[in-house]
């Protein structure tokens, strides 16, 4: 009778612990594939990483430990043994046993070490957990020291009670010191789960939610309804609800409902702007396949500066076109002045000694025509360089801006003809700050395409009116209009209206016009009709 409970005890004893096993097996599992580890050395027996709770143990400072090779600390693998070790870990996988713990005050002591082989980016480790079993093997000391006493006491019993007395208690004590190392390797490994910064969740093949860390819950946002679930059938409509393309998430869950040895690697885009890497591989039981493990990483931050960085690429590459587009225009809008400069420069040479001195004068005038067209592009090409080079500052200072505008007025005077153009105030005259280089040829070149596009002797108006925290400026004239099929590109460079026939212009102006307000933070607007004239509005902001 004693021998049969004695051998249904440690039955069920073996049977209680498979659970912990399992589980053990899948901390581990999700262990060996994370960078989160205790010592890392390479095959060279360096160390190369350890955590704070390895150099509290042997008081070594980090860069110190770091420094040094495996065999300093751990006294059974001494430099000429240690390849030996490594091969029988590679070829293992992983190796587990008992040595001596040397530290910095040359104190020894007993530890478990488990090594385990890993590979990761085509190089070769070895990850070893350490922990301090002193206490553990002073017990086991006294314990046997009590097991001595009751063997020979157990010695006055039959043969056949005292062989089965004394194996049931060793299988207990086996037990029970499984079942110790299993809950502190367990502990210690959740432990280590829930700091990693990725999240976790293990799914059965029957659908059954093994376990998930608490990133996994943060990075989804979970509630607590959803949390409590044990089958991911009952929680699977809230995740396909948070990512952009449920169909493709779908498609991977139900690739892992088979035991099917499948892999996979993906990147979810959520509704909220946010991307997770999503990695997925098979959980194993010895060589059983008896679920899966997701690995889910936020990579928004990566994935917003990859979508920057091809934002900018696309941008920069715009930007050359322009400029090739622009010098192009630049080479063209040159031509036509020095063809006329080329031309009457050598008609002068050849005909000029039996031309009128009315003559001559005409070609000359032609000539100085077309130096200050070329004079007048440079000037408007510098403006536009400068300004996209950043090389124009937004300088605030007081002006006087009805004194200012007379002074434009007064400066057009000397090459145009400004009778026909009518300054009026509206308001009461203020000194405000403004910027007048940037200004300045923006009332000039408005003013003087209203005169050009203006039939001879017709009026236009320049108001300046004060509003509060505004001054506007109106630039009015009852010219030639402007279609509306060309006021969406009026400030494109080189662009020019379709009705301004021979008039004389190189489309930079309006161009110009425009980067200038935007350097000053102001806003221009248009309204124009054909046959009937245009108002230009520039307001500034106070």
């Known amino acids: 009778m004693i021998l049969k409970n004695s051998f249904s005890e440690l039955q069920t004893s073996k049977v209680a612990m498979l659970p912990l096993e399992e589980e053990l097996l899948l901390t581990r599992f999700l262990m060996e594939r994370l960078i989160d580890a205790v010592f890392w050395i390479t095959s060279d027996a360096q160390i190369i990483y350890v955590n704070y709770a390895a150099c509290s143990l042997v008081g070594y400072p980090y860069e110190e430990l770091v420094s040094k090779t495996i065999h300093n600390i751990i006294l059974d693998f001494p430099l000429e043994v240690w390849p030996n070790y490594w091969k029988s870990i590679k070829q293992q996988g992983s190796l587990y046993f008992e040595s001596l713990y040397k530290t910095l005050k040359e104190q020894c002591f007993p530890v478990e070490i488990s090594a385990t082989y890993m590979e990761y980016e085509a190089k070769e480790y070895v990850c070893i957990l350490i922990r301090d079993i002193s206490k553990r093997k002073q017990a086991s000391f006294s ?78 946002h979970i509630p607590d309804s959803i949390n409590t679930l044990c089958h991911h059938n009952q929680s699977l409509t809230f995740y396909k ?24 690697c993906d990147i979810l885009e959520l509704k909220d702007e946010r991307f997770f890497e999503q990695y997925s591989k098979p959980l194993r039981l010895a060589e059983e396949i008896i679920g899966t493990v997701w690995i889910f990483r936020d990579i928004t931050e990566s994935q917003q500066a990859k979508k920057e960085n091809r934002r900018i690429l696309q941008q920069e590459k715009q930007i050359a076109e322009d400029r090739a587009c622009f010098t192009s225009m630049v080479f063209h809008e040159f031509r036509n002045p020095l063809n006329i400069i080329s031309y009457s420069t050598s008609l002068l040479k050849r005909h000029s000694h039996h031309w009128s001195e009315k003559k001559k004068l005409q070609y000359l005038q032609n000539l100085q025509t077309a130096v200050e067209q070329i004079k007048q592009l440079m000037d408007e090409v510098l403006i536009v360089e400068s300004v996209e080079a950043g090389k124009l500052r937004y300088e605030l200072k007081p002006v006087d801006l009805n004194l200012f505008c007379r002074e434009i007025l007064a400066e057009m005077s000397l090459y145009t003809n400004l009778n026909s153009v009518n300054f009026i105030i509206e308001g009461d005259c203020q000194v405000v700050w403004v910027d007048k280089k940037l200004l300045q040829p923006v009332l000039t070149n408005l003013l003087s395409n209203a005169i050009k596009y203006s039939p001879t002797n017709s009026k236009v108006d320049l108001l300046l009116s004060y509003e509060d925290k505004k001054v506007i400026f109106q630039i009015k004239d009852r010219g030639i209009g402007i279609p509306v099929v060309d006021q969406q590109q009026l400030f494109k460079p080189f662009y020019r209206g379709e009705n301004v026939g021979d008039i004389p212009g190189n489309g930079l102006g309006l161009a110009i016009v425009k980067k200038l307000i935007d350097l000053h933070h102001s806003q221009i607007d248009v309204v124009s009709e054909v046959g009937k004239g245009t108002t230009f509005t520039v307001t500034l902001l106070l």
């Open 241 to 264: 609800n948070q990512v952009k393309n449920p169909e493709k998430f779908c498609r991977n869950v139900n690739q892992f409902d088979s035991q099917i040895d499948f892999e996979s």
């Open 143 to 220: 314990l046997d020291k009590s097991n001595q006493v009751l063997e020979c006491r157990v010695e006055k019993l039959l043969t056949e009670s005292k062989y089965v007395n004394q194996q049931l208690f060793h299988k207990r004590a086996e037990c029970e010191r499984v079942k110790v190392k299993l809950e502190n390797s367990l502990s210690l490994l959740q432990a280590t789960l829930e700091s990693i910064a990725d999240g976790v969740i293990a799914i059965r093949s029957n659908g059954d939610i093994i376990s998930s860390n608490q990133n996994f819950v943060q990075m989804w």
